[in-house]
T-cell receptor, first 113, second 117 residues
């Protein structure tokens, strides 16, 4: 049982390049999330999904797109990277909402130059 | 909207000292409350949680009590160890489908704890 895994662990992009971050979970969770973590800002929700084939915007969705074609995978795309997207990205998953905790992946450190 | 305010760090303690990290929240309803811990270079791990008023969450010597009257969920440990050095996040999540907001985990900004030998 690997839990939540993220690929890649590190990436450096030039401004304007695109990339996709992959999140996978093997806990059969319905909900999945993408967060970014910046110094002094805590974690901010980018996009989330409440089930296969569904996605929705979080607090800071601009510049990102997501897809959830399979229940176990949640992809985060950057179409045209900007230096403001330099951050650590965390994926998480959970059983529905309310009392259920979220399980986090190890993170992807992205630098945009 | 919902929000979490936690004590800003950094907090530096000697081994075996007592720890309290304050956390208060604002929510339109009855949230579940969580403490997450992030060790250097890692993702967040759930440390403990409480889902209703007066519940006490505990794990690894840490405790926190859900106080509805003071809207607080302070993290405490009687004797910290060097291995407790990490960033601690307080978070809340709403019950039910109140506008679909039950998906969202609202985090505080985190408190860096350093424990020296």
């Amino acid at each position: 049982n690997a839990g939540v895994t993220q690929t890649p662990k590190f990436r450096v992009l030039k401004t304007g390049q695109s990339m996709t971050l992959l999140c996978a979970q093997d806990m059969n969770h319905e909900y999945m999330y993408w967060y970014r973590q910046d110094p002094g800002m805590g974690l901010r929700l980018i996009h989330y999904s409440v089930g296969e084939g569904t996605t929705a915007k979080g607090e800071v969705p601009d510049g990102y797109n997501v897809s959830r074609l399979k229940k176990q995978n949640f992809l985060l795309g950057l179409e045209s990277a900007a230096p403001s997207q330099t951050s650590v990205y965390f994926c998480a998953s959970s059983f529905s909402g309310g009392k259920y905790e979220q399980y986090f992946g190890p993170g992807t450190r992205l630098t945009v130059t | 909207g919902d929000s979490v305010t936690q004590m800003e760090g950094p907090v530096t303690l000697s081994e075996e000292a007592c720890l309290t990290i304050n956390c208060t929240y604002t929510a339109t309803g009855y949230p579940s409350l969580f403490w997450y811990v992030q060790y250097p270079g890692e993702g967040l791990q759930l440390l403990l949680k409480a889902t209703k008023a007066d519940d006490k969450g505990s794990n690894k010597g840490f405790e926190a009590t859900y106080r509805k009257e003071t809207t607080s969920f302070h993290l405490e440990k009687g004797s910290v160890q060097v291995s407790d050095s990490a960033v601690y996040f307080c978070a809340l999540r709403m019950w039910g489908n109140s506008g679909g907001s039950n998906y969202k985990l609202t985090f505080g900004k985190g408190t860096l704890l350093t424990v020296n030998p």
